[in-house]
């Protein structure tokens, strides 16, 4: 049974998750604060989590920090508002996706599962047991591990899904929405956002410089690719 925290300040809607996620299968604490949101995620051991944006006292992007810091539970952002740089903003902090309020349970009962699919590891295809060195970087695919510089890199489930997915096919430029598609099972349009973040928040962890990427080429006016250089 999936176990999901959720953080959020309003009772009306903690509650409404609260019942509602339970009714879909998943095991759930609630916590109306950020610091008793980390506490429980210390002592619940989540699955995922679900982070209300707008917070009282410790904000959800401090949240999302310090969580980030200590691991990497999938975390699902809410916020009340589809704004971009709200949306951005958090996305950068460290969030694997986002829901805009009010959220509608059985949206976010697919976002939960895909995350967890994703922190799982790859699709099988991509699965290969070998490690495939790409100059100071390298992959170990059946291991799920990245190293930089010889030292581990500790990436999302999303970041690691998204490198693997561009490295097995170095050279092919994906679009966005393909991406979209292949790391977030997302088939609808709009949100270049999930990417984008992505590749910034992968790229200063493998030590891509900035303004001359190394590994993760942005491909002006379509996407992304993988190379060496």
Same mark, same amino acid.
Not at 58 to 72: D, F, I, K, N, T
Not at 84 to 98: F, Q
Not at 217 to 222: A, K
């Given at each position: 049974?999936?176990?999901?925290?959720?953080?959020?300040?309003?009772?009306?809607?903690?509650?409404?998750?609260?019942?509602?996620?339970?009714?879909?299968?998943?095991?759930?604490?609630?916590?109306?604060?950020?610091?008793?949101?980390?506490?429980?995620?210390?002592?619940?051991?989540?699955?995922?989590?679900?982070?209300?944006?707008?917070?009282?006292?410790?904000?959800?992007?401090?949240?999302?920090?310090?969580?980030?810091?200590?691991?990497?539970?999938?975390?699902?952002?809410?916020?009340?508002?589809?704004?971009?740089?709200?949306?951005?903003?958090?996305?950068?902090?460290?969030?694997?996706?986002?829901?805009?309020?009010?959220?509608?349970?059985?949206?976010?009962?697919? #976002?939960? =599962? &895909?995350?967890?699919?994703?922190?799982? %590891?790859? @699709?099988?295809?991509?699965? *290969?047991? $070998?490690?495939?060195? +790409?100059?100071?970087?390298?992959?170990?695919?059946?291991?799920?591990?990245?190293?930089?510089?010889?030292?581990?890199?500790?990436?999302?489930?999303?970041?690691?899904?998204?490198?693997?997915?561009?490295?097995?096919?170095?050279?092919?430029?994906?679009?966005?929405?393909?991406?979209?598609?292949?790391?977030?099972?997302?088939?609808?349009?709009?949100?270049?956002?999930?990417?984008?973040?992505?590749?910034? #928040?992968? =790229? &200063?962890?493998?030590?891509?410089?900035? %303004?001359? @990427?190394?590994?993760?080429? *942005?491909? $002006?006016?379509?996407? +992304?690719?993988?190379?060496?250089?």
């Amino acid at each position: 049974m999936p176990r999901v925290l959720i953080i959020e300040d309003d009772r009306a809607v903690r509650d409404g998750l609260l019942l509602a996620l339970r009714r879909q299968g998943h095991e759930v604490r609630a916590a109306a604060t950020g610091e008793e949101g980390l506490e429980l995620l210390r002592s619940f051991h989540p699955d995922a989590v679900v982070l209300d944006l707008m917070l009282p006292g410790m904000s959800g992007l401090e949240v999302c920090r310090r969580a980030r810091a200590h691991g990497q539970v999938p975390i699902i952002m809410a916020t009340a508002r589809g704004d971009d740089t709200d949306i951005v903003v958090g996305l950068e902090a460290g969030a694997d996706d986002y829901v805009v309020k009010p959220v509608r349970a059985r949206v976010l009962d697919a #976002r939960i =599962r &895909a995350v967890l699919r994703r922190a799982g %590891g790859p @699709p099988d295809e991509l699965s *290969t047991p $070998r490690t495939e060195h +790409y100059g100071d970087l390298a992959i170990d695919r059946a291991g799920l591990t990245v190293t930089h510089q010889g030292r581990p890199v500790a990436l999302g489930p999303s970041e690691l899904r998204l490198l693997l997915t561009l490295s097995a096919s170095a050279g092919q430029v994906f679009s966005r929405q393909q991406l979209l598609e292949a790391v977030w099972e997302h088939s609808y349009h709009g949100d270049a956002r999930l990417v984008d973040a992505c590749v910034k #928040r992968l =790229r &200063a962890k493998i030590g891509e410089p900035a %303004g001359s @990427p190394r590994h993760v080429h *942005t491909v $002006r006016g379509f996407g +992304y690719r993988f190379g060496t250089r």
